[in-house]
């Protein structure tokens, strides 16, 4: 899924957004349950939520927040966010899920690695993705235009697996994945470069009265006869008002 929504967002990107760079940030709630469960349960929503707005507040604000929130500890969140998939600890936490989280993310980019040869898409890990909604286990991403993050995200998504559950609880087992394209974010940007061909196609307008209606449309159709375009002012205004 991942690769068909960087493929999309290429293809958008390139023909309507002067081709600027995107990358697509990837991270595992599993990994995040496992760090995050050494700290005191009422204190684990309030971090999701800071690491949530990391890219809205600078990085001095989001440890100085951290540290109201965790005090000593604050240094393992810390270690935690600034590690690249290839140095983080296999066993910086000693839990299941940390465990669980760490070998889907190594499995998902090493899938991507293979299917990516030509590294025609960025794709990185990255610690501060959470992705607001709980249903979301396992695997969560978002995109974002790199010179342009406080846009926000451009694309986002993830793994659910027992989503189903939430509608049916006889089929919680049932898993699935799911991605959205901000197309609003995007309609701004592309409202914002694209400069259409031609502002109009019309090349006679034809003024509009009353009295010669009937001639002034005979006349029209023997140019549109021709492949002329041409237009009929919609009302019978003054002369003035229709110029």
């Not at 592309?190 to 009937?214: C, M, R």
């Not at 449309?217 to 375009?229: R, Y």
């Amino acid at each position: 899924m991942l690769l068909v929504i960087a493929k999309t967002l290429k293809q958008i990107i390139a023909k309507y957004i002067n081709n600027k760079p995107f990358t697509l940030h990837v991270n595992n709630r599993y990994l995040l349950a496992g760090m995050t469960a050494q700290f005191p349960a009422e204190k684990r929503e309030e971090i999701y939520g800071l690491l949530d707005r990391f890219y809205k507040i600078t990085p001095e604000k989001f440890a100085e927040e951290m540290n109201v929130l965790l005090g000593k500890d604050t240094k393992k969140m810390l270690e935690f966010t600034s590690y690249s998939l290839e140095k983080l600890p296999k066993d910086l936490v000693d839990n299941d899920e940390y465990r669980r989280g760490y070998t889907e993310l190594q499995e998902v980019f090493t899938s991507l690695k293979m299917l990516n040869l030509k590294n025609e898409y960025k794709i990185v890990f990255d610690p501060y993705i959470i992705r607001g909604l709980d249903y979301y286990t396992g695997t969560v991403y978002e995109a974002f235009l790199d010179e342009d993050i406080a846009l926000g995200s451009i694309s986002a998504g993830g793994r659910y697996e027992n989503l189903t559950g939430y509608i049916n609880p006889k089929k919680k087992n049932f898993s699935g994945v799911g991605g959205s394209i901000g197309l609003s974010r995007l309609m701004f940007l592309i409202l914002e470069n694209y400069t259409p061909a031609h502002t109009t196609q019309t090349k006679y307008l034809f003024v509009n009265f009353a009295e010669t209606i009937k001639e002034t449309t005979s006349l029209m159709l023997d140019f549109a006869k021709d492949g002329t375009c041409v237009e009929l002012y919609p009302t019978a205004d003054k002369l003035g008002k229709q110029f």
